[in-house]
């Protein structure tokens, strides 16, 4: 008998939402929550008649705490979902420890505005210090641990699939495979084809800004930086094929260094076809992916909204999309004494979950993580007073839950490495 409160009703927000309502004796009642009010009644609609769980709609402006804390204080749920955008992350954590909530969230914090001064001071001290140049990363976040326990609160954070189940296949593997894990590699494959020349499978503003941004990884204790898709691999797929794919800075690589003891490398590749690669050179060469609003006719804009504007809405790309994703990790590293290899992974096909939930493969395998975080919480199974990321909890009901709603994985134990 449980309530929650969902923030967000976008691309993954929508998934989450659905298979929160296959889990009607765990959600009992569900709250969306979001900027755009028509979307979430919208959903409601699609669902009532079809699900046990008790939904009910409101609107709010995520970015404006004192609305947070009012809307939280009248709903009274056990949990605050985060599936809004990594730029609310703050200002709901602060809302939920005002209001006494548990937090879970799907991405890591990053300012909205890049320009910001104070932001810009702290975010150039830690490149210096730190060696990596992403936006996003977990300190802000981990600065909020101590106020969560002290309040007694859990706060779940990154569990989508990458980050998320992919930290759950490290301590899954950690706990059951190795005594000592050397190398992980996390493959993140997309094999699905939506026939545009150029289209984003998750929030283009916060996609474009990940993958426009130098690379880096892991390795003998500290960060090594390289140029934006400077390091490229092929990598045969199981049930996709040969496809290319690129070293990206990656937020799980930032706790699993901490978390996985000894770990001697961690690296990240996504695939990127060369149409999408080409596409992205030539709108950040001309500017459109810039964050720094800009004078226009009288108007301000900031280039890479107004690039959202014009392209494919994520959550309308299901009934297109052809293929199926591959997302999984490869260790290296010993058992009982002795060299050991494994790979666990996911396979997901598009149309599959067109079918089940009208959302291609990017929304499901993020939001299927979404509901399960919440469900490991709500039943008690991850709850720790603090802030946690998912390897840090037992991997053993996320994994069976995965089996269980939809997102099946396998173990290769004599996989082909990565060089
Ligand atoms: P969308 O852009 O499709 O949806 C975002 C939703 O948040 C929209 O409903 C939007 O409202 C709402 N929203 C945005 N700003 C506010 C605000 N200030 N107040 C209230 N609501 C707001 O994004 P996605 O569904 O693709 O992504 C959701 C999250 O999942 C992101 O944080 C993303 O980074 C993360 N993600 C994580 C992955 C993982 O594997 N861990 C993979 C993919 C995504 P409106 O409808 O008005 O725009």
Known sequence: MSKVLIIGCGGVASVAIQKCCQQSEVFTEICIASRTKSKCDALKEKLEGKTATKITTRQVDADNFDELCTLIKEEKPDLVMNIAL????????????????????????????LDDPEWKAAYEK????????????????????????????????????DPGVTQVFCAYAQKHLFDQIDTIDILDCNGGDHGYPFATNFNPEVNLREVSAPGSYWENGHWVEIPAMSIKREYNFDQVGDKDM???????????AKNIPGVQRIRFFMTFGQSYLTHMKCLENVGMLST????????????????????????????????????????????????????????????????????????????????????????????????????????????????????????????????
Request: charged share 20%.
């Open 86 to 113: 990594p730029y609310q992350d703050l200002t709901i954590m602060d809302a939920c420890l005002a209001c006494g909530v548990n937090y879970l969230d799907t991405a890591n914090y990053e300012p909205e505005n």
């Open 126 to 161: 830690r490149c210096k210090e730190e060696g990596f140049s992403a936006y996003f990363d977990y300190s802000y976040q981990w600065a909020y641990k101590e106020k969560f326990e002290k309040a007694g609160l859990t706060a779940l954070l990154g569990t989508g699939f």
């Open 246 to 256: 690129y070293l990206l800075h990656h937020e799980e690589i930032e706790s699993l």
């Open 292 to 419: 720094s609003p800009i004078e226009f006719q009288g108007h301000q804009i900031v280039p890479i909204q107004f690039l959202k504007a014009l392209l494919p809405d994520p959550a309308s790309l299901g009934p297109r999309t052809v293929g199926k994703t591959n997302i999984g990790c490869i260790f290296t590293g010993k058992k009982d004494g002795r060299e050991k290899t494994a790979y666990i992974y996911n396979v997901c096909d598009h149309q599959e979950c067109y079918r089940e939930v009208g959302s291609q493969a990017i929304s499901y395998t993020t939001g299927v993580p979404a509901m399960i975080g919440a469900m490991m919480m709500l039943t008690g199974k991850w709850v720790k007073p603090g802030v946690y990321t998912c390897e840090e909890f037992d991997p053993d009901p996320y994994m069976e839950a995965l089996n269980k709603c939809g997102l099946p994985w396998q173990i290769d134990e004599n996989p082909v490495l990565v060089d």
